[in-house]
DNA sequence: AGTTTATAATTGTATTATACAACTAAATTA
DNA sequence: TAATTTAGTTGTATAATACAATTATAAACT
């Protein structure tokens, strides 16, 4: 047992826990970040995805979402930008400041990238009892909500 | 509905799956890697590990385990044995060939850092129930055998 | 109003993890 | 014994990132 804050808590599910994150995350970062699936890569998808979720946002706005440094994603979207898929929409009110907007051809493109990544997981999990599939993506999802303190 | 080979899946749960991994890898590159708690990043980490549970092993071998290209491996050992986390094992019947061994001062840098991640860890789940840690973990283990495919 | 300070974004530079290719040395095979 | 294969290293290129310097604009303060 691994006592913490006057919790016990069972080691093993810890440990599992750890390690199949570790798990996950080197093999996730190995296949994705270079088997970019079409044209995508994983930060390109990320960004397409939540602006054509979220709707336009500046780089400011984004690099806080995804916690990176303003200029990472500047670039990520200056290529974005470049090959078509966004498109700026200046602030009338502050010269400095634009959105980033989802062009039809982006929408297109992340359309076609998000349905072979859902393929593709969904080939994973296909087998799984409906009731895992749900308890894991809530779980998943409540872990990231806990990430965020 | 997502109809995939025969099967209905529920779409939400699949598309809350992929979002929240995506969010999960992330998030998770973009802090592990960079903030080394301690002197260990991601990878002298997941190396160190493997090592320290499973025993010695030669850089060929590691890189299949972690689908990396034997150079990277070479590398990350390299570094690792120059702190004096790794040692070589020369083969005795391979002069080509050595093994890596994690040394007693790899075992406690090791030991100390696997017990920062746990903490933190234990502090993001804390208050989960019981019941739902042990799904977690299940659910990520059964997923990560899936991906093996 | 004019000067200073703050802000949004870009661009320059360095670092790091990685892959691929070229190479070295040793073992195996023909 | 020569040719080929194998284990590992080293050279080189790429990509994602952070941090620092810079530009242009806006806001705040005399």
């Given at each position: ?124 999990i296909e087998e799984w009892p409906d009731e895992e599939r749900e308890v894991f993506g809530k779980l998943l999802k409540k ?7």
């Amino acid at each position: 047992m691994f006592v913490l804050r006057g919790y016990r808590m069972n080691e093993n599910h810890l440990e599992m826990i750890e390690l199949e994150l570790a798990i996950l995350i080197r093999r996730a970062t190995n296949l994705s970040s270079n088997k970019k699936l079409g044209s995508l890569d994983r930060s390109a998808y990320l960004l397409l995805r939540r602006i054509a979720n979220k709707g336009a946002a500046g780089v400011k706005l984004l690099a806080e979402e995804f916690m990176l440094d303003i200029s990472t994603i500047s670039r990520q979207a200056a290529s974005l930008e470049q090959k078509g898929f966004l498109y700026r929409i200046p602030d009338p009110l502050d010269g400095r400041s634009y959105k980033l907007d989802i062009t039809e051809l982006g929408k297109s493109v992340f359309k076609e990238h998000m349905e072979a990544r859902l393929k593709r997981l969904s080939e994973i999990i296909e087998e799984w009892p409906d009731e895992e599939r749900e308890v894991f993506g809530k779980l998943l999802k409540k872990f990231n909500e806990s990430l965020i303190l």
